[in-house]
């Protein structure tokens, strides 16, 4: 199963921190959304 605070929100394993930690985070607000693995968008909605 998916935790998604665990996965998305709070990441805790290391590309879970390199794809949606702090700074991915961060980058979030500036663009309004993340580009993952350069091809899939997710928007600020997952964070709502």
Known sequence: ???LVR???EPELP???EK???EAQAALNDRGHL???DE???GRV???
């Open 1 to 3: 199963m998916l935790d």
């Open 7 to 9: 996965t998305f929100v």
């Open 15 to 17: 590309r879970g921190v």
């Open 20 to 22: 949606f930690g702090p």
């Open 35 to 37: 580009l993952v693995d």
């Open 40 to 42: 899939f968008k997710l």
């Open 46 to 48: 997952l964070w709502g």
